[in-house]
């Protein structure tokens, strides 16, 4: 039971670091901030081989836009010349204001579906990549969440 503490404890130090370092930006955001809040619900929740995929290549950048909730930006490249070829393979999960007027709930949802486009990637059809996401992040066990995320979509559009 000590070992299983003892990983929770590691994982909980990690989020906490994960937090406070510079892969947030704008620097700074409180901790009591909504979207912190809701990040570190979803990294606490996260499948561990998940996590470490968020903790290894995803920076989040909160802007202040008010046309869409969220969206992933993927960037990799290749650096030469070298001996050794060098690869950056980053992603930038940009959360708007928009996002962060919505409730708690859905706030989680947009972040886990956007973790999940890291996984899924980018199909050729707009309509499947964004079930594909959704269905992923109800796999890792956020279906209220992203229901939420879904209702406000719904509201957004006037079809309530």
Same mark, same amino acid.
């Given at each position: 039971m000590d070992d299983i503490l003892s990983e929770e404890n590691i994982r909980t130090d990690a989020i906490a670091y994960y937090l406070e370092? =510079?892969?947030? /930006? *704008? *620097?700074g955001i409180p901790f009591d901030h909504p979207f912190i809040k809701a990040l570190k619900e979803v990294l606490e929740r996260l499948p561990d081989d998940i996590y470490y995929i968020v903790e290894d290549k995803i920076w989040?950048?909160?802007?202040?836009i008010e046309t869409m909730y969220g969206i992933n930006v *993927?960037? #990799?490249?290749?650096? &030469? *010349?070298? =001996?050794?070829r060098i690869e950056i393979d980053i992603v930038n999960i940009i959360i708007f204001?928009?996002? &962060?007027r919505l409730e708690h709930k859905a706030i989680v949802g947009v972040i886990s579906? =956007?973790?999940?486009?890291?996984? %899924?990637? /980018?199909? #050729?059809?707009? &309509?499947? %990549?964004?079930?594909?996401?959704d269905e992923l992040a109800i796999k890792w066990g956020f279906k209220a969440e992203i229901d939420a995320k879904e209702a406000t979509k719904v509201k957004r559009q006037g079809y309530s």
């Open positions: 370092a =510079e892969r947030i /930006y *704008p *620097p989040f950048t909160v802007e202040d *993927p960037f #990799k490249q290749t650096c &030469l *010349p070298s =001996e050794e204001s928009e996002c &962060l579906h =956007e973790i999940a486009h890291t996984i %899924v990637g /980018y199909p #050729k059809d707009p &309509l499947s %990549v964004e079930r594909l996401t």
